[in-house]
């Protein structure tokens, strides 16, 4: 789908193209991708990059346009991955701003239009996408308390399962985050567009990224501490379940053995009296009964 915006990051859509204007274009077409190639003259294996599941952030710098890849945060609505990151691509040429990705994103979610030029609103995308990644990092905490909560009760593998997807999050939103602050570090040194670069959005978008980052991290070791300290009770209580077995094992073999001597087809003393079937019944429960009241002293 293409949408033509009459300013950079604002509502105002368009039916024509106007110098200055902002193309978005989501979840394209095989019919509309060959447009942009033939209308805007982009090179098709960048685009095809771009909707790449798997590509990683980059600036490339050309005669006729710039091109920036960033990775912004997506919500999941199915059942598997609750959060995960896809590429955003930026072309800027002397005309226009074209941006593609795959999916529909929070990241152009502006509350107001962005008067300001290409790169600055670029820097805004990064500034809004550090914003969704603290938004999402946040949802991504109250979710791992709740599984931790329910976890405290009773220790089921659905439960289990949920924090290592949690996990899986953590892991993408890094790698996506310090990939942009690379490209953030690209965008401040380049010299043929250093000097279009608004210096404070600059900053805004890598204290943006940097904050979003260390909170990752964060939530990241905390919670693989919550995995090694569960996988720790999980043995623990197996531990536990095999010695009680071995008690009642042990409390088991001392009857099962003194039946079996008193049960073979040999003369054993007490073959002809009247009691010694209750006799060895008592004896067997008081063996038995030592030997539990033995075990349970010595711990």
Known sequence: MIKIFKTLGGHEEISKLEKGCWVNVTQPT??????????????????????????????????????VIMRIPIENLNNGIPYYSIPLGIFVTNKYTITICNQDNEAFQFKQPVQIDSYGFILRLFVRSGGVYLKYLKQINQQTNQIEKDLEKSIKNSELNKLL???????????????????????????????????????????????????????SDILSGMMDAFASIISNNLNIVMKKLTQVSIAIMIPTFIASL???????????????IPLIIIFSLISSSISIFYMRKNK
């Open 262 to 276: 008193f049960g073979m087809n040999v003369p054993n003393g007490i073959e002809s009296f009247g009691w010694a």
């Open 30 to 67: 095989v019919e509309e991708i060959e447009n942009l190639v033939k209308d805007f003259n982009l090179p098709m294996d960048s685009i095809q990059d771009i909707l790449d599941v798997d590509e990683m952030p980059r600036l490339e710098i050309d005669d006729s346009y710039s091109l």
């Open 165 to 219: 997807k949690m996990e899986k999050c953590l892991v993408y939103f890094i790698t996506s985050i310090k990939s942009n602050e690379i490209v953030l570090s690209k965008l401040k040194n380049s010299k043929k567009i250093s000097g279009e670069i608004n210096e404070d959005l600059l900053e805004d978008a890598m204290i943006e990224n940097k904050q979003a980052s260390e909170m990752a991290q964060i939530y």
